[in-house]
């Protein structure tokens, strides 16, 4: 009994594999500022213009890219913005003056020898949802040339074909996809909570008192993410520190450096005894990411982590794809004479959360793809992610969701094929209509733009898809076979 609908379209085909066309709309606003065009094509402005572009995943699955486009000019207040000293005082003015929807774009095209941007730079991106392009010379064909550099921004701020099939990595077979694509927490994420326990593994409680400020750094740099993301899911945070937690692998001392090291191949075998001790998982209904600062026992001091090409790890850490991340803290230790023991290690919590900070931001799928030395990305300070990293996250979210229920309601119409006398009660069935509704609603947003709402249809369809598979009413009737109820009646 294959499950399908069409609305842009998803289904699951009778041989079970996963079909869909997604259709995905980015508005795009273009404003050009004086002197930006020759008259003869500013006297064009105002117009829109749609453009599309189909990319095949596979035999059955596809993408649609709609950018839809209006051009303008620039209002007073715009060019006001433009005229600043700086190009972060112009992105922070233009902000109130945009229409600041999720998924929406605004990209400012300014003359080319404006000063606004820096030397050798022709495109800003800043925190929120635009950038700042230089314009090509006017004596060309501006609004060509414009329209190929918006399409390169445009990707880099919402989707690629690439980032689309990543979503897709867990439901579609698309070949090879490479390591990024097992790092981001996958749906679960989306619907619910994740539990985010920072450790601190202290190996030799004797040789060191470990102090950490966690509550003040959870406060400074991972909540102000957090914050960004409530819109994905609700977060905890936790902490402990583990006495006498060792990694469990030995590490190799080094003469040459008098060191000692923890090789590429070797840190595979550092999670299990780690999780062993953690237990975190287990104790959660929810996603769990951990982050583990271990100060090595003053027998392996100082420890460095190597990369598989044998150099050292600049950060001193590692992380696991959809696990978490481990940071070695080394301490300087005084002649055995000249301290007393244990000897206080006050962490420098900056640079611990630094790095946990930029693996938070892997694990959950955000990264920057290379660009050329001609983009100039904003650094999006302690808040850890621009609204349009934010954006690009929720495309990529809302299409894996959309693939989720698909997959969990076709296993679920499977199992119903497989027991012919199961009794659907009325809410399971609701369930059904309810996620089938929502997933519509779903793909309808998503063709017309609106990704905020597209997104949370997704997050209602993934509950309701998942409240009816996992229905106590129909759980005890897999372990129920049928001579046991003929056995009852007889």
């Known amino acids: 009994m294959p499950f399908m609908w069409h609305q842009g379209h998803a289904c699951q085909d009778s041989s079970g594999d996963f079909c869909v066309t997604f259709q995905l709309t980015v508005p795009i606003a273009v404003v050009f500022a004086k002197g930006s065009l020759p008259a003869a094509q500013q006297r064009r402005l105002p117009f829109a213009d749609t453009r599309e572009e189909e990319t095949p995943l596979n035999l059955r699955t596809s993408v649609t890219t709609r950018y839809e486009t209006a051009y303008r000019s620039a209002t007073g207040q715009e060019e006001a913005a433009l005229a600043l000293g700086t190009v972060q005082e112009a992105d922070a003015a233009l902000l109130p003056l945009q229409s600041g929807s999720l998924g929406s774009l605004t990209i400012y095209i300014i003359p080319e020898g404006s000063s606004l941007l820096p030397q050798g730079v022709s495109v800003y991106i800043g925190k929120h949802r635009s950038a700042v392009v230089r314009g090509p010379p006017a004596a060309g064909d501006v609004l060509t040339a414009v329209n190929a550099r918006v399409r390169h921004i445009a990707q880099t701020m919402s989707f690629t074909p690439d980032s689309i099939a990543a979503a897709l990595s867990d439901r579609v077979p698309l070949g090879n996809l490479g390591l990024d694509t097992r790092r981001p927490f996958k749906s679960s994420l989306g619907r619910g ?23 003040a750094a959870v406060r400074g740099y991972v909540q102000p993410f957090l914050d960004k ?3 994905v899911a609700n977060f ?66 100082p420890l460095y982590i190597q990369d598989r090409d044998g150099a050292l790890v600049r950060t001193n850490a590692f992380h696991s794809p959809r696990w978490g991340g481990i940071m070695v803290y080394n301490v300087k230790h005084p002649a055995a004479d000249e301290a007393p023991l ?17 693996q938070l931001r892997l694990l959950f799928g955000i990264s920057r793809a290379p660009l050329p030395g001609e983009f100039l990305l904003e650094n999006p300070g302690n808040a850890g992610l621009a609204a349009w990293e934010l954006d690009r996250l929720l495309w990529a979210r809302t299409v894996e969701n959309v ?15 497989k027991i012919g006398n199961i009794v659907i009660k009325d809410d399971v069935a609701s369930e059904v209509y309810r996620a089938v509704a929502s997933v519509q609603q779903a793909m309808e947003e998503l063709a017309a ?29 897999l372990y129920f076979p049928d001579d046991q109820k003929f056995a009852i009646y007889i």
């Not at 909570?193 to 509550?215: Q, T």
């Not at 733009?449 to 009737?477: C, I, N, P, Y």
């Open 403 to 417: 693939a989720t229920v698909s997959t969990t309601l076709t296993s679920l119409a499977e199992l119903l094929d």
């Open 229 to 231: 993301l409530s819109f």
């Open 449 to 477: 733009g609106r990704l905020g709402a597209a997104f949370q249809a997704s997050k209602e369809a993934v509950t309701s898809s998942e409240r009816a598979f996992f229905d106590s009413s129909l759980l005890h009737l």
């Open 193 to 215: 909570c994740a539990c985010l326990p920072g450790w601190v593994g202290n190996p030799d409680p004797k040789s060191h008192d470990v102090r950490w400020d966690i509550e």
């Open 342 to 358: 244990p000897l206080r290690v006050d962490v420098d919590m900056v640079r611990v959360m630094e790095v946990f900070l930029a």
């Open 236 to 301: 905890t945070v936790d902490s402990q520190i583990l006495y006498y937690a060792m990694l469990g692998v030995t590490p190799r001392f080094d003469r040459n450096s008098s060191s000692f090291l923890l090789s590429a191949h070797s840190l595979p075998h550092v999670i299990n005894p780690v999780e062993a001790r953690l237990g975190s998982s287990a104790a959660s209904l929810f996603p769990v990411l951990n982050f583990l600062l271990y100060v090595p026992e003053r027998a392996h001091s």
